[in-house]
């Protein structure tokens, strides 16, 4: 596609649900980041895949929090019991290069998840 | 531990006055720097990068940002505002020191360009 999309643009979920927030990269970018961004504040790192695998998971808040990447494409955030404290936007990024500290992320329109 | 600080929560300009959204790093590498703007319920997008090279980057919109490395600094600068260039603007940072490619970002200032 012509650039990272995230579904659903909008997630109003309770206390305690599970919840999926998909992201579609850019096609033939191998490296894909998850971000979470609070009210006011910039855009904090969860997550990174280099193709398949999580190569960085060090930014996960809790065991919580998990993201699969199974065909090295799309990208799944799956969040379990989810808390009021996990209300924010999800971000999702890709870039062309596995591993490169130059490369610029692209980002996507985000999925807004409200924990009532 | 590397760290971005954007000073200012909000600055006001004129439309066809020129602007700078001042940021700061600390890394104990040499860094790679990076400015994303943000529009209303939109995702981030690229202005522009510094990685090596010239001080002076040139990027989208007309923006250029300055790297100084004796002030550790990375202001962005635009010569005439626009009111579309009202946002949300944000600065980001890898240290080259550091294992990973996760980009450290400020808190964001936000632009306001009055006509």
């Known amino acids: 596609g012509a650039g990272v999309s995230q579904t659903p643009s909008n997630k109003v979920t309770e206390k305690g649900k599970y919840v999926e927030l998909r992201c579609d990269p850019i096609?033939?970018?191998?490296?894909l980041y998850w971000y979470r961004q609070s009210l006011g504040q910039g855009p904090e790192f969860l997550i990174y895949f280099q193709g398949t695998g999580a190569a960085d998971d060090s930014g996960l808040p809790n065991d919580r929090f998990f993201a699969v990447r199974p065909e090295g494409s799309v990208s799944t955030l799956k969040i379990q019991r989810t808390e009021r404290g996990d209300s924010a936007v999800y971000l999702c990024?890709?870039?062309?290069?596995?591993?490169?500290?130059?490369?610029?992320?692209?980002f996507g329109p985000g999925t807004r998840l409200t924990v009532l | 531990a590397q760290s971005v600080a954007q000073p200012e929560d909000q600055v006001n300009v004129a439309e066809g006055n020129p602007l700078t959204v001042k940021c700061t790093y600390s890394?104990?590498?040499?860094?790679?720097l990076f400015w994303y703007v943000q529009y209303p319920n939109r995702g981030l997008q690229f202005l522009l990068k510094?990685?090596?090279?010239?001080?002076l980057v040139k990027g989208s919109y007309g923006f250029e940002a300055e790297f100084n490395k004796s002030q550790t600094s990375f202001h962005l600068k635009k010569p005439s505002a626009l009111v579309s260039d009202s946002a949300l603007y944000f600065c980001?940072?890898?240290?080259?020191?550091?294992?990973?490619?996760?980009?450290?970002f400020g808190k964001g200032t936000t632009l306001s360009v009055s006509s």
């Open positions: 096609s033939g970018h191998t490296a």
């Open positions: 980001a940072v890898r240290d080259t020191n550091q294992a990973g490619t996760a980009l450290i």
């Open positions: 990024a890709s870039s062309f290069l596995a591993g490169g500290r130059t490369d610029t992320q692209y």
């Open positions: 510094y990685i090596t090279g010239d001080n």
């Open positions: 890394v104990s590498g040499n860094p790679y």
